[in-house]
């Protein structure tokens, strides 16, 4: 099977990896002592039910411990989700992550893609309400959008959940990198799962906290019986006990999260520019990424100088030409700009 993600450093090894794209700061030292505290109680089976991080992400969001669903990462939810529902038609905008539509096709469920636009550099707009029509039965969004790292703004997404909720559209709003913004509490919809039960969000420690080696994320949603059906279509050990540790000991590592937000703030302002100035084509982006075109074979080059980045050419909606690069510290991106300015110069 292709492997079509970043973060393939199995087959390019020793590479300084541009193609992942999670908290330039790596993991905390209280996330890993956490974890290998963890690895002391592999004996024993983890606690299926979470019950231990559901509370803590309760008192940190102030949403209801019922509501929440952890996962095996992100795409363990969207994938237990869909098994689910087993939706007949989705409505999905592009380009964005690959693993919606891959879950879609486990249950065989017809999608319509609805196109984002270069021109409007990849921006959401009302026009998506028109495709939310009692025919779909479930709409996948990104925000920040993967991989053109654009918000939707929260008053569309309300309109949006307004449509699902008479139509009985699940909506999915993956945001996984949401805490990459400079102030995430204005652009999250975590808080409205109360007001539409159609509404299910999913953020992830993965990103955040840069451990995708430990597999975390979560879902919420005030659908109980949704989160029940996904309990019975998964396997009841997904989440293990090193995870679910270090998990609980992000929730209190919120000083790290604002230092990494900050970083990643300044760094992106500066690449962006830099990268324009070299003759790059680059998306202005609000997460900690920065989508870009080049007619250089900008993947192979880099490659050759020891820097991986993510090809976007298997996105639906991109192509040849489109790639993606992680923010990662000063240092890191110096070497990154400098490698781009020798090709393209």
Known sequence: MEYGHGGDIYTYRDMLDFSVNVNPLGPSRKVIEAAKKGVERAAQYPDSRCRELRAALSEKKGIPKDRFLVGNGAADLFFSLVLAEKPKKAVIPVPTFSEYEQALKTVDCRIEEYALHREEQFILTEDFLECLTPEADIAF??????????????????????????????LVVDECFIDFLPEPSEFTMERMTEQYSCLFVVQAFTKTHAIPGLRLGYGMTSDQEILERMQQVRQPWSVSTPAQAAGLAALQDSDRVQKARKLVCSERRRMEKELRDAGVDVIPSKANFILMYSPYDLFSLLKD???????????????????????RRREENDRLLEAIRQICG
Request: with cysteine.
């Open 141 to 170: 969004l990104c925000s920040p959008s993967n991989p053109a790292g654009q918000v939707i703004e929260r008053e569309l997404l309300c309109r949006i959940a307004d449509r699902c909720e008479k139509a009985r559209i699940r």
């Open 305 to 327: 100088r020891g820097i991986l980045i993510r090809d976007c050419s298997n996105y639906s909606g991109l192509g040849k030409g489109w790639y993606r690069t992680a923010v």
